[in-house]
């Protein structure tokens, strides 16, 4: 059966919602000093990808970006020199299957944890994470949501008193010198009754080389992105929802035009992801990568080149 929209844990966003409580935060990362998010520009000059699976050799400056396989969820892993940012944990059980993956980076601290949305395969595990690591900054969609996964994780945030940030579109998040962290969704107003649309989506750009993560963001999401101006072009793109048919639309993807695009999905996920549709859109434009065939996959950058390397 295919289920065209919707994480495993969908059936218990029910419409009693639970308020966040710390969804006003204070401590958004809102600086008033920042440049406002670039208006959208001509086209950048492509890197050219320098090797395939073979990694570059470390130096303290690269950026990497480890798109862990959990199976059917996200987790991503940004390492740069020392400064950790985790963005989601997948399922519940691959906790520690992540926090050994940090751990052997290297990485005993994390700098950013990001929940793009509360759906149980982005956030599932991370009860571990926040058990194993010190984490300087929690960032949230802040769009409330009934689960007992989700309000266990925002107790054990206030318990750890671990700063709670809800930033907006155009907000810049301060991860590591170098490297720039925009926030492209959620907006100013939420999707209601949408988890996935509300998702954060983040632009990470070092030098010329451009990542857009989608988390489950969908095709609504991707066009108030564009209607309000945000210059989405990157070289690779973490698909929306697991490649599902109700992201990835064609305006978008002629936008960002890709040349690499990553899908986070489990082989044989009951809501057939990724729709061969989505592929067939991105395969036209850009190498695709998939955790369920490639196992985890990583791309070192020093932000003139970039490389990628796949387990399997
Ligand atoms: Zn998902
Ligand atoms: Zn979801």
Redesign the pocket.
Known sequence: MIVAA??SD?KTNTQEKVSTEKTAASEQPTQSTEQPMPAPTAKQTNPTIISQNKELPSAGGNLTVHFLDVGQGDSILLEHGDDGMLIYSGEIGKGDDVATYIKNEGIMSLDYVIAT?P?S??IGGMSVILNDFPIGHFVDSGYAYSSKTYENMLKAIDKKNIPFETPKRGDKINFTSGIDVYVLNPGSTYFTDD??QN?VVLKVTDGKVTFLLM??AGIQAENEIMKDGYNVDADILKVG?HGSRTASGTPFISAVSPEISVIEVGAGNDYGHPHQETLDRLQKVSKVYRTDLDGTITVTTDGSSYSVSTEK
């Open positions: 919707g994480c969908s949305h759906h395969d982005h988890v996935n998702s988390g489950d929802h």
